[in-house]
């Protein structure tokens, strides 16, 4: 079993849409959760943390359930410019690397 | 701020030649990670360096792989011989290790094309 798992998509939307992309997690010793974003041919960039009460920055809102094991990511009033893939990464503790999913690539048409 | 550089961007080679990959990770950090990223495996971490030591090179696919890091601000990834199934983005990335998160930076990546 991958450690982190996401559905691959890709998740075709109109603009103004609102999207939900879900990731689980197999270590449950698991501490830190993220979302990094990555463009077409770029290299991934964070996106943003994922804290257990959930967390909101503008249209993008993180959820955690750490008894499911399970991260999320919505986002709301998709924009063509959030046309990307979106990377699930967790992390046992702050000295150790990341573990990024597959990524869930997003489409957004006008 | 230039980031974390790698060089040469493009590396388009033949099978059984050798293949040097660069990385100069930000300033500062103490932390370097080495990734591969291919469409059917996604990102893979296959080695990481603390203060410029190893750490953890079990995601080095075979011996034809290795890694060093002189120093604070230079890394290299060799592949030797390469073989046409190594074609793939590496990706280095670099942050301060810490015991609370710190945003990990990549590079742009070595796009490496063996034929």
């Known amino acids: 079993r991958k450690e982190v798992e996401q559905d691959p998509g890709p998740f075709n939307v109109p603009e103004g849409a609102t999207v939900a992309f879900n990731c689980t997690y197999s270590?449950?010793?698991?501490?830190?959760f993220f979302w990094y974003r990555q463009d077409c041919r770029k290299e991934p960039k964070l996106l943003m943390s994922?804290?257990?009460s959930g967390n909101e920055d503008g249209r993008f809102t993180a959820q955690l359930n750490r008894a499911s094991q399970y991260i999320s990511l919505l986002i709301r009033d998709s924009k063509l410019s959030d046309s990307a893939t979106y990377l699930c990464?967790?992390?046992?503790?702050?000295?150790?690397?990341?573990?990024f999913g597959k990524g869930t690539r997003l489409s957004v048409i006008a | 701020d230039a980031g974390v550089i790698q060089s040469p961007r493009h590396e388009v080679t033949e099978m059984g030649q050798e293949v040097t990959l660069r990385c100069k990770p930000i300033?500062?950090?103490?932390?370097l990670f080495w990734y591969r990223q291919t469409m059917m495996r996604g990102l893979e971490l296959l080695i990481y360096?603390?203060?410029?030591?190893?750490?953890?090179d079990s995601g080095m696919p075979e011996d034809r792989f290795s890694a060093k890091m002189p120093n604070a601000s230079f890394s290299t990834l060799k592949i030797q011989p390469s073989e046409p199934r190594d074609s793939a983005v590496y990706f280095c990335?670099?942050?301060?290790?810490?015991?609370?998160?710190?945003?990990?930076?990549f590079g742009p990546g070595t796009r490496l094309t063996v034929l």
């Open positions: 990464v967790v992390q046992t503790s702050g000295n150790t690397p990341l573990v």
């Open positions: 360096f603390n203060n410029n030591v190893p750490i953890d």
């Open positions: 994922v804290y257990s």
């Open positions: 990335a670099s942050r301060e290790k810490g015991g609370t998160y710190n945003e990990q930076f």
């Open positions: 300033s500062g950090h103490n932390s």
């Open positions: 270590n449950s010793a698991s501490q830190s």
